[in-house]
């Protein structure tokens, strides 16, 4: 499994971005996608989880409201748009995939997750 971040940067406060993650190499029907974030000396944290077969999508409720999953099937990507940014949501964005039961795909702990993207950067200031 390969999976690829796009669409990193910098915004002003109140803009939009929109990343984008290309996955490849899946060998099952269905893979739990999440978009996780990490700051510098803080634990990382879930934004967004979602089965790649589609379906329930689940927010962290610092991001409801303001960030949206989609997925692109033909493509094989999956995107977040995010906005409404503010200086809270700087951070390394990252993707990630697994083949995980719905507790784990849904649940507060990121470590289930064995296959990460390399990180893309979002800068708010």
């Known amino acids: 499994v390969q999976l690829v971040e796009s669409g990193g940067g910098s915004v002003q406060p109140g803009g939009s971005l929109r990343l984008s993650c290309k996955y490849s190499?899946?060998?099952?029907?269905?893979?739990?996608l999440g978009w996780f974030r990490q700051t510098p000396g803080q634990e990382r944290e879930g934004v967004a989880t979602?089965?790649?077969?589609?379906?329930?999508?689940l927010y962290a409720d610092s991001v409801k409201g303001r960030f949206a999953v989609s997925q692109d099937y033909s493509k094989a990507t999956m995107d977040l748009q995010m906005n409404s940014l503010g200086p809270d949501d700087t951070a390394m964005y990252y993707c990630?995939?697994?083949?995980?039961?719905?507790?784990?795909?849904?649940?507060?702990?990121?470590?289930?997750?064995?296959?990460w993207g390399q990180g893309t950067q979002v800068t708010v200031s």
């Open positions: 990630a995939a697994d083949r995980l039961s719905t507790y784990q795909c849904f649940g507060d702990s990121s470590d289930a997750f064995k296959r």
């Open positions: 190499g899946f060998t099952f029907s269905s893979y739990c």
């Open positions: 979602t089965y790649s077969r589609g379906g329930t999508i």
